[in-house]
């Protein structure tokens, strides 16, 4: 069964379409990668998920309910989780705190939320660093504790906004494996968007490829890299 | 209808006058991103330079615009070079604090006017004072007639220099865009600096042209400095035209609610339809509700 | 947030200080006063902080709670003789209701216009209660002979009142409710994408803190029998100076508030009294500016309040101490 489908979904901002009928599947327990030249609406398509702007037409259903008129606090209640691309750290709170802020939308009790911070913590490497303030963390860090934050409410379904942009090759290798032990430990399923070309086609099951808010092609890693239009698009550039 | 007519002149000449207290408003809340609560008590410094050279030196309020304008725009460079430009990059917890730090410089400003001056009402009192024309039981205050007069070229003024000129321009481009504007060369530092002086300068003529109409007490500063905002708001943030608009309707829903519904209420009826607009007008909002 | 202990021992200490306080000095009722005021300012710089500085929606208009508290207490009386007691349960309960009405307009709004809307409410309010004669008296205030002469009695309320406002802070902080003001104080949209609710904790937060400015103001009309529009409800004796003890203590801190207040309350009398009559009588004149340069130096310097930035001043004062020991 599918856990979010996008039904013809368009996006405009006054006179740009942002996101141009849009529709997609993800199944349950799948990684699906969400590829596209830069502006070409990827974290627009996030942004209408967990409902940061509404939908200027089309519908967005989760696990059978329609949550395209939802609020952004409730779709996270329901169990999608995103990361920003642009890391939205609660900068004067320490990353455990942080995690812990995160952690009470399941957990009433302090004692609660302290244990799956610790939990989370562990999970994403960021014990060594828990008690410093998250606007003193270097970007590794900060897009780690994005990931964290977004775990700790114990989702369903993870947007991953180019968790990866900006790291080293070790941290890149560190990151790949905690996206990939967050499906296979955790069971949740991941809407990846990533640049880098290693990762992307590394760590998904399938790929759905747009351009200029309009979908290209879906498919395999093997047969979208494989897609003219794609290559043309975008990999094209990259890959020379 | 004479009671209308009454209500309706003297609401559109106050309203003249409020609309150069929201220019100065506007201008350095499109450029410093901040609401300057120290607005009014930046008029009120003028008024009390006007008024003490008149009582001391007997010269003109008229005048002695070129007094308090000078010396309320170096003021305000001053204020905002040292005491606000350097609180960009500090970090707070409340990002307001810009905004705090003009609530210190008009409290310090009052309690120095009152220091010096005493709480004492003052007024000026000039051959012109209390003249009015009288036009079939319709009466038009001269002094009131003279500031609308100065009103409207001090609009056309800063719409020249804002419009016109390469300082406009530059002030347009920060409003706009700080970065970008920094990055074409404008220094948004000096920008910044300039503008709270200009802002403050449009007060400060406003301030001496109201001395022979209103009376002067320290506190006459905050009172002004809610004015300033409500019409900031009522017009549409920033915006040149949206100012004068919005200092006609307060004017005018001042003097009819005073006429027509209560006097008391008088200082309510902006408020009131401050809040309204703050929450009811998104579209003209939504910039700012998101800032 | 950490997780020392719940309540340490340097606070039992000061609190049982405060308790004790008027046992082991025979204050006259000057100092009595004093303390009163000292006690009345923690209550609404600590409310006030709990709102912006935890929560970060800067109120400008916190005399709306404080003046709804006193007319809480004050109006029944006026009207019906209850007595002014009755609103140190009405008084709370009063300002969270108007919190809660406010709260639909003002949380529309964010940052500065936040601030403005909250100004514009109060500003209303104390027009309102300046016209409206046949329930508040109007202009004239509400007159009441006070139950005691003895100010100690007061003092015990106010410092109750005070425990009662530091403890809400210091429990709320450390549960959901505490973490989740942080975390919309930081950033609204992280917040909601974790799940927080934001309007409905911002409510909370509104009426936490009202409660215990409405509590304050009930306080206010029982102790000094007397209020009036201009008074309660005054923009820049209670709003403004609501927000500047919260400032010069350290928003954002438990203890902030508390020690802006005792400041705030030092520095006023020192100079209204020019210095307990050892300066030129004319200083006397000069608290307010006063205060208002040591606001100034606080934002520009101390951005985290006294209690915030202890350690930077600390710091300062041991490197001063250390050279000029090398002299
Ligand atoms: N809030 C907004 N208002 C107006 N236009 C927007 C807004 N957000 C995004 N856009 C525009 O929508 C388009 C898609 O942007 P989006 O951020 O979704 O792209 P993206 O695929 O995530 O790009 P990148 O790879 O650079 O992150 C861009 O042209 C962008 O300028
Ligand atoms: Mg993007």
Same mark, same amino acid.
């Given at each position: ?240 | ?291 | ?52 500085? *935890? ?10 709670? +404080?003046? =709804?508290? @006193?007319? &809480? !207490? $004050? ?68 007159? *009441? ?10 003092? +015990?309320? =106010?410092? @109750?009142? &005070? !425990? $009662? ?82 400032? =010069? ?79």
């Amino acid at each position: 069964m599918s856990i979010l489908s996008l039904k013809n979904v368009t996006k405009n901002f006054g006179g740009l379409t942002a996101v141009n009928n849009v529709s997609f599947d993800v199944e349950e327990g799948e990684i699906l990668g969400l590829i596209g030249p830069n502006g070409s609406g990827k974290t627009t398509i996030f942004n209408l998920i967990n409902h940061f702007f509404p939908v200027s037409s089309g519908d967005i259903i989760f696990k059978g309910n329609n949550i395209t008129h939802k609020k952004t606090h409730e779709i996270a209640m329901l169990g999608i989780g995103r990361t920003f691309q642009v890391v939205k750290p609660l900068k004067r709170l320490s990353v455990a705190d942080n995690i812990m802020a995160a952690a009470f939308s399941r957990e009433s009790t302090f004692e609660g939320a302290k244990r799956v911070t610790r939990e989370v913590l562990e999970f994403t490497h960021l014990d060594h660093v828990a008690h410093q303030k998250a606007g003193g963390l270097p970007i590794a860090g900060r897009k780690r504790l994005e990931i964290a934050k977004a775990l700790a409410t114990r989702p369903t379904l993870l947007l991953l906004d180019e968790t990866a942009a900006g790291l080293n090759p070790a941290e890149l290798d560190e990151a790949i494996d905690i996206i990939r032990a967050i499906r296979s430990d955790l069971g949740i399923t991941i809407i990846i968007v990533e640049h880098i070309m290693k990762v992307i086609m590394n760590i998904s099951d399938r790929i759905h490829a747009i351009a200029y808010g309009t979908t290209i092609t879906e498919g395999s890693p093997a047969e979208v890299a494989a897609n003219p239009t794609v290559i043309e698009a975008y990999l094209g550039s990259d890959y020379h | 209808m004479e009671m209308f007519l009454q209500s309706l002149i003297s609401g559109l000449l106050v309203g003249g006058l409020y609309a150069i207290i929201g220019l100065g408003m506007s201008l350095i809340m499109g450029v410093l991103k901040i609401i300057n609560l120290a607005h009014g008590q930046l008029m009120m410094v003028a008024m009390y330079v006007s008024w003490s050279a008149w009582n001391y030196l007997g010269i003109d309020p008229y005048l002695s615009v070129v007094l308090s304008v000078p010396f309320t725009f170096y003021l305000a460079k001053f204020l905002s070079k040292y005491l606000l430009n350097p609180l960009i990059e500090k970090d707070s917890i409340l990002p307001e604090n810009q905004v705090l730090m003009t609530v210190g410089i008009g409290m310090v400003l009052v309690e120095l006017a009152r220091f010096l001056f005493t709480s004492d009402y003052r007024s000026v009192q000039t051959s012109y004072t209390g003249q009015a024309w009288d036009l079939g039981g319709v009466s038009i205050s001269i002094p009131l007639l003279i500031a609308f007069i100065v009103s409207l070229l001090l609009t056309a003024g800063l719409f020249y220099l804002l419009m016109k000129t390469d300082l406009g321009r530059s002030i347009r481009a920060t409003a706009q865009d700080r970065l970008a504007a920094s990055l074409m060369g404008v220094s948004a530092e000096k920008i910044t600096v300039l503008t709270y002086g200009i802002g403050s300068a449009l007060i400060a003529a406003a301030g001496t042209f109201f001395l022979p109409i209103f009376y002067l007490y320290p506190d006459v500063g905050p009172e002004f400095t809610a004015k300033a905002f409500v019409i900031t708001i009522l017009g549409g943030l920033g915006s040149t035209v949206g100012a004068i608009t919005g200092g006609i309707v307060l004017a005018l829903a001042e003097t009819f609610g005073a006429t027509y519904l209560s006097s008391g209420y008088r200082d309510a009826y902006g408020l009131v339809i401050f809040l309204l607009v703050l929450v009811f007008l998104p579209g003209g909002l939504k910039s700012l509700t998101k800032v | 947030m950490h997780n020392d202990k719940f309540i340490s021992k340097s606070e039992i200490g000061i609190f049982i200080f405060a308790l004790v306080l008027p046992f082991i000095f025979d204050f006259s009722p000057y100092i009595q006063g004093l303390l009163i005021f000292v006690m009345l300012w923690v209550v609404l710089g600590t409310s006030w902080n709990l709102l912006a500085g *935890y929560t970060g929606q800067v109120s400008f208009g916190h005399a709306a709670f +404080f003046g =709804i508290g @006193a007319y &809480a !207490a $004050g109006v029944p009386f006026f009207l019906f003789k209850v007595s002014p007691w009755w609103g140190l349960l009405f008084g709370g309960i009063t300002a969270v209701i108007l919190g809660y009405l406010l709260g639909i307009v003002v949380f529309r709004l964010r940052g500065p216009y936040f601030a403005l809307g909250t100004l514009a409410a109060a500003e209303i309010l104390r027009i309102a209660f300046g016209q409206e004669e046949w329930l508040t008296n109007g202009h004239n205030g509400i007159l *009441y002979i006070t139950t005691w002469v003895s100010k100690y009695p007061y003092y +015990f309320i =106010i410092l @109750a009142i &005070a !425990a $009662g406002t530091i403890l809400t802070v210091k429990v709320v902080m450390r549960r959901r409710e505490g973490y989740y003001f942080l975390s919309i104080r930081e950033d609204e949209d992280a917040a909601s994408a974790i799940g927080i609710n934001a309007s409905k904790y911002k409510n909370i937060s509104m009426g936490l803190s009202s409660f215990w400015a409405g509590m304050a103001g009930a306080f206010y009309f029982i102790y000094m029998g007397f209020i009036d529009p201009e008074t309660v409800f005054a923009l820049h004796n209670i709003s403004i100076i609501s927000i500047l003890v919260g400032i =010069i203590g350290g928003v954002g801190t438990i203890w902030g508030p508390a020690i802006g207040a005792i400041i705030m309350v030092l520095l006023q009398e020192t100079f209204r009294s020019a210095f307990f009559g050892f300066a030129p009588q004319w200083v006397s004149g000069m608290h307010a500016f006063v205060f208002g340069l040591l606001v100034i130096f606080v934002i520009l310097y101390l951005p985290g309040g006294v209690v915030g930035d202890w350690d930077l001043i600390k710091k300062k004062l041991h490197l001063k101490r250390k050279s000029e020991m090398k002299k």
